[in-house]
């Protein structure tokens, strides 16, 4: 393992470092066995990254929706403002925007401060996804101030992504810049992350909640940086008290919620996000573990951490087992086989006029040329253009609309990798993976004399798993 890697952190051994490589191992087969899907994941103990792997086609060096895990980011914005002076954890929310609250706001709503939207006990009933937010076009400041109270702030904790947005909206207020400008000097930099970028919403204001794409090793040093209660390489990017305080329960005897991190088993406390990345800090042992995935949600794969983490810190190894470890991590990046089950056409090319459909599809198209496919869907906004490798792998750049399927992104220009197979004579298989989301669309094709079947699934989602089948007629 090479002393430094494309992040800019030393490796070491996990033996090295009192880490029982053999625990890793057996965490890993578990997790496979369980038919989790684990995209990628590290560990770095006392100064060092002793262990990593990827799953094919994920590239570390690339940068990864990381979802909720933004809000952990969020929460350094307010540590760092509150210490700078421009804010404080009493002050109410609506002093700072008067000219958005309605004029028949629930009374209750000027006890909303910035601490109760930091442990979310908004008041809220429920939670505003940033699925929601991603489908509104106007204000939402406006629409936050809409949500009724269904608690008096501060009572009951309710996880809303509403909260967060709001929190990114008092930096644009207090510092007259956006969240990703204010952090970037303060933490990215220092941090050495780079290649990040973050939404923007209707406001100008970066969701907060969400919508930060970064590399992975930008997760993994955040959770190091609060492991050390915020010290970087000498230098004191974050206030060694507010780390504390935000990694701790907060607003109650009952609280799993710190500021923006969760409360885990045995003293850990974890950036989250939805389809399960995540960072878990294990400060008592110095050690911090990241795993990023396409897994539905959380409790699939927490028994599984906790039975392996904090037990790996306790038991060492030795260089043997560092050797298996190895060999373990590179197999999650065989890339799998591609088959078809019968003869590829010759090349051909069809196209199809698609019923009248709830997506505006109007128009597919399949050109195979040797062994690659070119797939164009045409709907009211656009032609959107595909190029599949047949029985092989195919990477590029897409467009291709989604949204309803892939928990509210709109993904354009985004990396692809895309194959087809055939299953039969009649029936064509594709599979789209976005390598840098926790996403993997299945396209199956089933042509029938001159008409076509297009039924589309995605691995994970907030909502619905699968569109409505598209029918079409040959032209």
């Known amino acids: 393992m090479p002393l430094t890697s494309y992040d800019g952190l030393p490796r070491a051994s996990a ?151 709001m929190l990114s909206a ?52 955040l959770a190091v940086l609060h492991a050390q209660d915020g010290l970087w390489n000498g230098q004191q990017v974050l206030p060694a008290a507010w780390v504390r305080a935000a990694t701790q329960p907060q607003g109650g005897p009952d609280s799993r919620y710190g500021y923006h991190w969760m409360m885990k088993p045995s003293g850990a406390f974890s950036a989250l996000g939805v389809f399960v990345q995540m960072a878990a800090v294990y400060r008592e042992y110095g050690a911090t573990l990241v795993l990023v995935g396409g897994i539905k949600n959380s409790a699939a794969i927490l028994p599984l951490v906790e039975a392996h983490f904090p037990a790996a810190f306790t038991s060492g190894g030795s260089p043997g087992a560092d050797a298996r470890l190895e060999q373990r991590l590179t197999s999650m990046a065989e890339r799998p086989s591609l088959v078809s089950l019968c003869a590829a056409p010759a090349n051909v090319k069809r196209v199809f006029g698609m019923a009248d459909n709830g997506l505006g599809v109007r128009q597919l198209s399949f050109e195979f040329a040797g062994d690659v496919l070119t797939f164009e869907l045409s709907d009211s906004q656009a032609t959107h253009s595909l190029k599949v490798g047949v029985d092989h792998w195919l990477s590029g750049l897409t467009s291709m609309p989604g949204r309803a399927l892939h928990h509210g992104y709109e993904f354009n220009g985004a990396q692809i990798v895309a194959g087809a197979r055939w299953l039969d004579a009649r029936t064509l298989e594709m599979t789209w993976i976005y390598p840098q989301t926790a996403f993997r669309d299945q396209v199956v094709c089933v042509f029938d004399g001159d008409g076509v079947s297009f039924a589309r699934t995605v691995n994970v989602n907030s909502a619905e798993r699968e569109q409505a089948v598209l029918i079409g007629r040959s032209r």
């Open 170 to 221: 008092l930096i644009n207020r207090v510092a007259g810049q956006t969240l990703h400008d204010y952090l970037k000097p303060r933490l990215f930099i220092p941090l050495d992350i780079h290649n990040e970028t973050w939404d923007i919403g209707p406001d100008g204001v970066n969701p907060g909640g969400n919508g930060l794409t970064a590399p992975v090793s930008a997760a993994l040093k």
């Open 15 to 165: 033996s090295s470092v009192g880490v029982d490589p053999d625990r890793l191992i057996a965490f890993l087969d578990e997790v496979k066995a369980a038919g989790l899907d684990l995209h990628g994941f590290m560990l770095h103990r006392h100064g060092h990254v002793v262990a990593e792997g990827w799953t094919w086609p994920v590239d570390p060096n690339e940068p990864r929706v990381l979802h909720s895990m933004a809000k952990s980011f969020t929460g350094c914005a307010i540590g760092l403002a509150i210490e700078e002076g421009l804010l404080k954890l009493d002050d109410p929310l609506v002093i700072f925007f008067p000219d958005q609250v309605p004029t028949d706001a629930d009374p209750r709503l000027a006890d909303m401060t910035v601490e109760h939207l930091l442990t979310m006990r908004t008041g809220h009933a429920s939670n505003t996804s940033g699925s929601v937010w991603r489908g509104i076009s106007t204000s939402w400041i406006a629409e936050f101030f809409k949500i009724p109270l269904a608690y008096a702030p501060g009572t009951e904790y309710v996880y809303t992504s509403a909260a967060s947005y």
